[in-house]
């Protein structure tokens, strides 16, 4: 079967860094992205990985590593409004996307 | 910017209900999608389009069908509402995939549909 993991839920601090990782077991992989889902609203992209390595975009980072089936999205100097869900997608042999059931995001000042 | 909009934010409906969710989008996609969300679960998808009048079946199509007779418009219909299909319906719209490379979905707000 096809799996994506991710933790449910993270707590972090206002101007701090959080790691959300996403490990997956799909039938073949075409890429990995991930997405930002506020309370009540439209999941909004905000990475897109198809080959080894990190992708840095201003506060926010993406690896990916295919040999392990894992990513991780990097949010460095945290603000209260990066509280949201973070969904991970993994885009599999048939091009359709796999996706994981999110992290939610909790930001304390 | 990229628009996807839906018919409504808030339905409420009765069991045996038709229900009709209506999505379009502005930039010209050639695939369109419908999902549901539920808490402690994954995005999963109900059916999508590649085209204009075809369709194709995702992971739960069961109690659903679709249409689309324009290329910016995709309806989802619920022929007879059941309490089981209470969830977020989400709308998304893409680029048609060529080569290796993945197109980016780009979402709807969302209906929240609550079946009583």
């Known amino acids: 079967g096809q799996n994506i993991d991710q933790p449910t839920e993270m707590t972090a601090t206002e101007g701090a860094i959080v790691q959300i990782n996403c490990t997956y077991q799909?039938?073949?992989?075409?890429?990995l992205f991930w997405y930002q889902q506020h309370a009540g609203e439209a999941p909004t992209f905000l990475s897109y990985?198809?080959l080894d390595g990190l992708e840095e975009k201003g506060r926010f980072s993406s690896f990916l590593s295919r040999s392990k089936g894992y990513s991780y999205l990097l949010l460095k100097e945290l603000q209260m409004k990066d509280s949201a869900s973070y969904l991970c997608?993994?885009?599999?042999?048939?091009?359709?996307?796999?996706w994981g059931a999110g992290t939610k995001l909790i930001i304390k000042p | 910017d990229v628009k996807v909009t839906q018919s409504s934010r808030y339905l409420v409906k009765r069991t045996g209900e038709k229900v009709f969710l209506e999505c379009v989008q502005d930039?010209?996609?050639?695939?369109m999608f419908w999902y549901r969300q539920d808490p402690g679960l994954g995005l999963r998808l109900i059916y999508f389009?590649?085209?204009?009048?075809?369709?194709e079946k995702g992971d739960i199509p069961e109690g659903y069908s679709v249409s689309r007779e324009k290329k910016e418009r995709f309806s989802l219909i619920l022929e007879s509402a059941s309490t089981n299909q209470t969830s977020m319906y989400l709308c998304?719209?893409?680029?048609?995939?060529?080569?290796?490379?993945?197109?980016?979905?780009?979402f709807g707000p969302g209906t929240r549909l609550l079946v009583l």
């Open positions: 930039m010209d996609h050639e695939n």
């Open positions: 389009s590649y085209d204009v009048k075809m369709k």
């Open positions: 998304a719209s893409s680029f048609r995939t060529s080569g290796s490379w993945t197109e980016t979905q780009y």
């Open positions: 990985n198809v």
């Open positions: 997608a993994v885009v599999d042999s048939n091009y359709q996307l796999i």
């Open positions: 799909t039938s073949g992989f075409n890429g």
